[in-house]
């Protein structure tokens, strides 16, 4: 018995940009079980593309056993000469949907040697795109129109975390690259409507979806599994503890501060006031009163030493 082929999605910017010199086939949904052929050895695939997207064709897929040589293609037009050299706006568009891509491997392929290292490369260029535009406000103005508001929020979250840890005295540049390879990877497998539900989470465990409640530890796993250590074992806890709070009010272990890593209670100071500060619209008047209410609730063992981080960076 033949078995159905397998697919995963191509974001349309990726098509758009590099689809000339894909080097394997790719396949148009044009209906519920419609699904067509474009070759790319003799056809153009982003004439063809154009045409099927003027009629409102939007997916593009490739088949899931290609997927790894779209992940190398990918890896390698990031880490060009020519991409540094492209524009600021260009290239983080660009890893929005490199972003896109690496949730979809981990989504539908689970994790491999290549969605790792797409990973890893997402993380670095990301940091060294934020670098160029060290305004973490400037910087979600001008991208947030065109990347996705996860994405957006990653790189957010980074600068805040990477912000932080200029005022730790054991961050070293190895492990800021520990953190945002944790960032980018821990939330890979939800999905927006997770998202929502975490967003308007009541603090009742038992009202979470057993995807959202369980992520950080399905994520862990996904990356220790068959005694694989795709990741450190820091990057591992972060995970594992991002949704922790210091009184153990948090999920999916309920986990208190004194089992809570410095690195990790880090990462849950600064996601918190990210979240607070872009729900804020960025508002620095509101800083006063964030860092009040953090400080309140998180001024305790190893989340001290976050706090302090955190006023300091504000000086
Ligand atoms: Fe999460």
């Known amino acids: 018995m033949s078995q159905e082929p397998k697919y995963c999605k191509i974001p349309p ?18 209906g519920p ?15 063809i593309y154009k045409k099927y997207r003027s009629k409102g064709v939007e997916d593009v897929y490739a088949l899931q056993e290609e997927y790894k040589k779209f992940i190398n293609y990918m890896r390698k037009a990031i880490k060009n000469k020519f991409f540094d050299e492209s524009t600021i706006d260009d290239r983080v568009t660009t890893l929005d949907s490199c ?8 989504q539908k392929i689970g994790v ?56 730790v005295d054991w961050a070293s540049s190895a492990i800021k690259e520990k953190s945002v390879m944790a960032v980018m990877l821990r939330d890979l ?17 038992n009202s979470l979806s057993k995807m959202a409640l369980n992520h950080p530890i399905l994520v862990a796993d996904m990356l220790q599994q068959d005694n694989k250590n795709w990741v450190s074992s820091e990057i591992i806890q972060i995970i594992q503890q991002h949704h922790e709070r210091p009184h153990g009010t948090g999920f999916p272990a309920g986990t208190k501060h004194l089992q809570i890593s410095q690195l ?33 609730n ?7 030493k976050a706090v302090d981080a955190l006023r300091d960076m504000f000086g």
């Not at 079980?33 to 982003?46: F, L, N, P, T």
Request: proline share 2%; charged share 30%; with cysteine.
């Open 264 to 296: 990790s209670a880090i990462h849950i100071v600064a996601d918190v006031f990210t979240d607070k500060l872009i729900q804020s619209e960025f508002n620095f008047k509101e800083k006063d009163k964030i860092l009040s209410e953090i400080e309140n």
């Open 112 to 167: 491999t040697e290549e969605s790792i290292a797409l990973a890893q490369d997402i993380a670095k260029k990301s940091l060294e795109s934020l670098n160029e535009q060290p305004n973490i406000f400037k910087f979600f103005e001008r991208f947030k129109e065109n990347c996705s508001e996860e994405y957006m929020y990653n790189v957010t979250l980074t600068f805040t975390i990477t912000s932080m840890m200029e005022f």
């Open 33 to 47: 079980s419609k699904i067509i052929k474009i070759s790319h050895g003799d056809e153009d695939i982003i004439e």
């Open 298 to 304: 998180f001024y305790v063992g190893t989340f001290r």
């Open 189 to 205: 497998i939800l999905t927006p409507e997770h998202f929502e539900e975490i967003k308007n989470w009541d603090g009742d465990r």
């Open 13 to 30: 910017r990726l098509i758009e940009k590099y689809g000339k010199s894909f080097p394997f086939d790719v396949y148009l949904k044009l």
């Open 99 to 106: 972003y896109g891509v690496a949730k979809e491997a981990f």
